[in-house]
């Protein structure tokens, strides 16, 4: 199976074109260009490395959130346009789950976003044998409630993974001997995403995949202030 995998829902930028395990083309990008800019030459530039067309790859996969609001958008928007237009699979990821796949095995992965105020993006996950699985669903959380929520899991199993300056900080008042992957050395990487991609279902209706966001952006608050309801139907992402 040929997968188009890419992600800009955080600073760096990947992009992914893998076979069957095998890593065809890859892109790795931390330069301080607008991702938007940059992901459509950037895949192909990809394609090209790989000598494939955009009708040779099998599955588009995308890192969708949480993460960067308009980082998460681009990507999300290209990927369900080439998804739509060409008529292939299209698999969405989350992005915390692609940073727990750099864990070590066995470990049970701490993947952090950081959210400013001493809040992060965050969940659990088991990395074992190749396969992350959820154990603590994503979420918006305090430091504070994500560290007391830990104290169930042995401190040794623990690795928490892309973490700021301050979040290790406050990691390490609580557990001192936890192992923490900072954010340069936990970069998301394409190659992976293509991966939990490729055993992944993909989604059953690209017009209705959005971005998964955790918490709701200003312009979603203002929205909502002025009297728009979710009614399940149309929300706010779908509207606009």
Known sequence: MKILAFDTSNKPLSVAVVEDDKVLAHIESTEKKTHSVTLLPDIQSSLADANLSIDDIDRIAVADGPGSYTGVRIAVTVAKTLAFTLNKPLVGISSLQLLAANGGDGKLCVPLMDARNDNAYSGVYLNKQGEVVNIVEDQHITMTKLLALLQKYDEDKLEFINATQRLTDLIR??????????????????????????????????????????????????WYEKGHKDDGNISYVEEV
């Open 173 to 222: 008042e609580k557990y001192p001997d936890a192992e923490i992957m900072s954010e340069e050395d936990s970069l998301p990487d394409a190659t992976k995403l293509a991966k939990l991609a490729e055993a992944a279902e993909p989604v059953k209706d690209i017009d209705s995949f959005v971005p998964t966001y955790l918490r709701l952006t200003q312009a979603e608050h203002d």
